[in-house]
């Protein structure tokens, strides 16, 4: 089982559109959770933290998690086609893999007009 | 403008070549990590420290690569000897314990 898994995609959703991208993680102990955005050829940027369970808003995005369940989620509310671009999921370790940044495969999101 | 700063930010070796990557990480921020970065792979961890000391360097070919961080303002990857399937875009982040991490430009890397 990988340490932080998201959903496959590639994701299309039109302009506008709700995009919802998921991700979940095998370390119970896992102390923070972020979401990058990485536009093809740039590194990644950080758009999202969350650190206790519940949503975490900020402007069109919202983090939502549920430790119970191992899941972290990023909705998109009124995308655009500046949205398009690879959503990572990190994660932050807990116990012996106390601050270890672990990040997911990545989804393609594709916002179309 | 507080900044993570790598270089080079593009490097083209041959096979064998030693090859030397440097990240200057934010200033305060007590832990750096190495990445790389592949199609297949993904943003895999190599290496990351915390207040300059080495915590984690399971994701790294032991055999070649080396990473290490003389002072609190340069961590350093080094493969020697360099290969073709190294070819890979690497990127530092640093952070504070365990907020967020920024990330450096990366450095791409070709060994033909």
């Known amino acids: 089982q990988k340490e932080v898994e998201q959903n496959s995609g590639p994701l299309s959703v039109p302009e506008g559109a709700i995009a919802s991208l998921n991700c979940t993680y095998s370390?119970?102990?896992?102390?923070?959770f972020f979401w990058y955005r990485q536009y093809s050829g740039k590194s990644p940027e950080l758009i999202m933290s969350i650190y206790s369970n519940g949503d975490k808003e900020d402007g069109r995005f919202t983090a939502q998690l549920n430790k119970a369940s191992q899941y972290v989620s990023l909705l998109i509310r009124d995308s655009q086609p500046s949205d398009s671009a690879t959503y990572l999921c990190?994660?932050?370790?807990?116990?012996?893999?106390?601050?270890?940044?672990?990040f997911g495969q990545g989804t393609i999101l594709t916002v179309h007009p | 403008d507080a900044r993570v700063t790598q270089t080079p930010r593009h490097k083209v070796t041959e096979m064998g070549q030693e090859v030397t990557m440097r990240c200057q990480p934010i200033?305060?921020?007590?832990?750096v990590f190495w990445y790389r970065q592949t199609m297949m792979q993904g943003l895999e961890l190599l290496a990351y420290f915390r207040n300059r000391a080495p915590l984690d360097d399971s994701g790294m070919p032991k055999d070649r690569f080396s990473a290490e961080m003389p002072d609190a303002t340069l961590a350093t990857l080094k493969i020697q000897p360099s290969e073709p399937r190294d070819s890979a875009v690497y990127f530092c982040?640093?952070?504070?314990?365990?907020?967020?991490?920024?990330f450096g430009q990366g450095t791409r890397l070709t060994v033909v």
């Open positions: 990190a994660v932050n370790g807990g116990g012996t893999s106390y601050g270890k940044l672990t």
């Open positions: 200033l305060g921020h007590n832990t």
């Open positions: 370390d119970r102990g896992s102390q923070s």
């Open positions: 982040a640093s952070g504070f314990w365990t907020a967020e991490a920024f």
